[in-house]
Nanobody, 117 residues
Framework: QVQLQESGPGLVKPSQTLSLTCTVS??????????WSWIRQSPGKGLEWVGY???????GYSPSLKSRTSITRDTSKNQFTLQLSSVTSEDTAVYYC?????????WGQGTQVTVSS
């Protein structure tokens, strides 16, 4: 019964920071050796892995996005958050959070984020 739900603004202005939160229910983000990931999808690029945070709080990021990406967590709320700075129109995508014990088994429904002035 694990569920993930993305939340955050759907419109971000260029050069600003995209911030999305994934709220997890039915499972703890601090247990069971999972990684909790952000993935995005755009028509031109398809699915693209953005980064993850582990149950112990370690992080990893796509090399192409690493310099602009930060994933953090709030264990008291069972949430993890994506921050992507200095956004451009190329960051427009549907953003998903997902769980990855060994392949993504649970996904949020995705949230559209448009970068536009």
């Amino acid at each position: 019964q694990v569920q993930l739900q993305e939340s955050g603004p759907g419109l971000v202005k260029p050069s600003q920071t995209l911030s999305l939160t994934c709220t997890v229910s039915g499972g703890s983000i601090t247990t069971n050796e999972n990684t909790w990931s952000w993935i995005r999808q755009s028509p031109g690029k398809g699915l693209e892995w953005v980064g993850y945070i582990t149950t112990s709080g370690g992080t990893g990021y796509s090399p192409s996005l690493k310099s602009r990406t930060s994933i953090t967590r709030d264990t008291s709320k069972n949430q993890f958050t994506l921050q992507l700075s200095s956004v451009t129109s190329e960051d427009t995508a549907v953003y998903y959070c997902a769980r990855d014990p060994e392949g993504y088994d649970y996904w949020g429904q995705g949230t559209q984020v448009t970068v536009s002035s």
